[in-house]
């Protein structure tokens, strides 16, 4: 037994489709997550299923739930990411559902598929809206490879009208900003823009040594980096190395298995369970790892 905790929700990562429309030079899409090509073979009805036995599991009062002894909490955030999950038909629908059965929905999109009628569509089920905002500038976003095969991308100011726009539309929702420093985009000036979207919480993250050797920064730089902005930005602002989000997330991906990212010296390996169809959620959660710790100190930061 335990001393529970006390936190206002608890997180679970649904990682719904691994195809991206950006092909960021860091990210681990493009390694897949287990060499096969996608996701996207799921109706909704076979993601809403999935999100309902999710949902029933992690209630606090099932006594199978691994995370019921360790943590006191009522609400249940389900954070929706990928790949670019706004590239999933339908993925209104989805977030409807999870909201209409009790989850806390919430996304991290690259924003580029983040159109008005989106906003419209999806904006009053989001509890969070997550952007991954990775340059500032039209060479600095190419060189990152956050932008499509014809070098499209969601500027600026699309972003801002979007952020303005899904705030109206759902005053509740929180706004949070995910930044990878590196070469590529260590001298852009962030300053304007993350006053203008004023989100809630702003993380910058340097990114795993091992996607690091090409284009990653010195501690020294990723420092010198941060320290432009933490006062400034001391109320939203959170600093996280790459092996502190190691085994920190519960992850799910959409034909009902948990994953996690495990980190040796020089490469990281996916760990993935079994089906939850072939042995039960419970047994399938105790087959990857799970720091406990590390998961509630990024509750807040998720
Ligand atoms: S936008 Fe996100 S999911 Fe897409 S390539 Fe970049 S880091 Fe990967």
Known sequence: MYNKQKVKEIVINYLITDVCDYHCKHCFTDIDFDGKPNYMGHSVEDHCNLIKRLYDFFQPDNPNNPLGNRLDY????????????????????????????????????????????????????????????????????????????????????????????????????RVKINTIITKFNYNDDFTQIIEDLNPEKWTLIKPLEFYNREMGVSFEDFNAFTDRYKEKFKHCLTIELGDSFVEAFIMVLPDGRFFSCEVTDDTGNNTYSQKFDDIGMEKAFYEVFVNYRKYQDHLYIM
Request: charged residues 20%; proline residues 5%; hydrophobic residues 40%.
């Open 74 to 173: 009522s609400q249940i955030r389900l954070n929706v990411t990928g790949g670019e999950p706004l590239l999933v038909p339908n993925i209104d629908l989805i977030f409807a559902f999870a909201s209409k059965i009790g989850f806390n929905p919430s996304i991290i999109t690259n924003a580029n598929n983040l159109s008005e009628d989106m906003v419209l569509r999806i904006g009053p089920h989001l509890r969070q809206l997550g952007i991954s905002l990775y340059a500032c500038t039209r060479e600095s976003q190419i060189e990152f490879g956050a932008v499509t095969r014809h070098n499209k991308y969601a500027s600026l100011d699309n972003v801002r009208e979007r952020v303005a726009m899904i705030r109206k539309v759902n005053p509740n929702i």
